[in-house]
């Protein structure tokens, strides 16, 4: 592994790993550790995407709730171990994520990475399903991050604006099938005026089903 090919964040997120199980004095930093230092973070990535797969923050909190019970299972020691090694299913997490990064032609790993591979954990996978969350959503909004055409990481801060679009920004396309069927329909609206500004046949007909929009339209 060399971290100088990971992004920003990835390194982060790792250290933040390595540091839980130092100060828990475990001998290695897990899946568990990872998954912990991520969830923790309020405006991460990985727990808003837990939010938006199960029932919102409560199931990030559950969530947490069993990595920090699962965690304290683990057996420590005092003074911790002077070196913390990665465990062999956390090397495995990694190796999926680069794999991933791979495919997509990325040249640094980005944590949306790590957390796909992560979710390809099964014990990871036993502990959302015990959050009651499901996993194949969680890995659904994680990839929505890339958008559909697929953003490349192509630097350390490659995967920085990730989580600024996912707290602060708004995905239009998801919104256009809520927005108002009024909205945008200048045309029509042109229409129905000229037909009620008629002096005969002034009696426009709106196509489906009768919602409040073509009520207040009427009115209007």
Request: net charge positive; glycine share 6%; aromatic share 4%.
């Amino acid at each position: 592994m060399n971290p100088e090919k990971f992004t920003h964040k990835t390194n982060e997120s790792l250290a933040a790993a390595h540091e839980l199980a130092m100060s828990a004095g475990h001998a290695q930093f897990t899946p568990l550790h990872f998954a912990a230092a991520l969830i923790s973070d309020p405006n991460g990535i990985f727990r808003q995407a837990v939010a938006n797969a199960g029932g919102g923050d409560e199931s990030a909190n559950s969530f947490e709730r069993v990595i920090k019970q699962a965690m304290k299972k683990l057996p420590s020691q005092t003074p911790p171990p002077d070196e913390i090694p990665a465990s062999t299913s956390l090397i495995k997490v990694i190796r999926r994520a680069q794999a991933l990064q791979k495919s997509r032609g990325d040249t640094h790993l980005a944590v949306d990475q790590l957390i796909l591979g992560l979710l390809e954990d099964s014990q990871i996978q036993d502990l959302l399903k015990e959050a009651g969350v499901t996993t194949s959503k969680v890995k659904a909004e994680v990839e929505k991050l890339r958008g559909k055409e697929g953003k490349k990481v192509e630097s350390a801060t490659g995967d920085s604006t990730f989580q600024a679009l996912k707290t602060y920004g708004r995905d239009l396309v998801e919104q256009a099938g809520k927005l108002d069927p009024v909205i945008g329909r200048d045309e029509e609206i042109r229409r129905v005026v000229r037909i009620l500004s008629r002096r005969t046949k002034n009696n426009p007909v709106l196509i489906g089903e009768p919602v409040l929009e073509k009520l207040q339209l009427l009115r209007d």
